[in-house]
């Protein structure tokens, strides 16, 4: 007996499936997708593969599988496709695996210290006295 209800069978059709450098079969993105991320600079040789999706507020974003189930992580401004880009290949593992990267965890006097030796030195200080002197006014 035949479950009606429930169609063992899709009557949609199922989008063109291409593939990736990494031989991984996804869905192809639609002219219009191509479109869309061409006029946000990424160009048109990757658009049909690119991983990213431009999000309303103005960020790159995914959805990824994480152990607690599907969320969605932002990678950067709209204005920098490649530096998004390379965030999130290198933060994918991580977040799928349901760990924060390291690079997301960082506090603010060690990504100082990367950009310019003996910052946190002059930097710490500053934001100890800073956060002192508002408690003194409480």
């Given at each position: 007996m035949v479950?009606?209800?429930h169609p063992?069978?899709?009557?949609?059709?199922?989008?063109?499936?291409?593939?990736?450098?990494?031989?991984?079969?996804?869905p192809a993105r639609s002219q219009d997708g191509i479109e869309k991320l061409v006029a946000l600079g990424v160009p048109?040789?990757?658009a049909d593969t690119f991983?990213?999706?431009?999000?309303?507020?103005g960020r790159w974003c995914k959805k990824l599988r994480t152990p607690h189930g599907p969320k969605i992580f932002y990678f950067g401004a709209l204005a920098d496709w490649q530096g998004a880009v390379d965030r999130f290949h290198s933060e994918k593992e991580?977040?799928?695996?349901?760990?924060?990267?390291?690079?997301?965890?960082?506090?603010?006097w060690w990504s100082l210290e990367a950009l310019e030796p003996g910052c946190s030195a002059r930097y710490v200080p500053w934001v100890n006295a800073?956060?002192?002197?508002s408690r003194e006014t409480l």
């Open positions: 479950n009606k209800a063992t069978s899709v009557s949609a059709k199922s989008k063109p499936l291409t593939t990736t450098a990494d031989n991984r079969k996804v048109r040789a990757l991983p990213l999706t431009p999000h309303s507020t991580d977040l799928v695996a349901g760990r924060t990267p390291v690079a997301r965890n960082c506090p603010l800073r956060v002192v002197a």
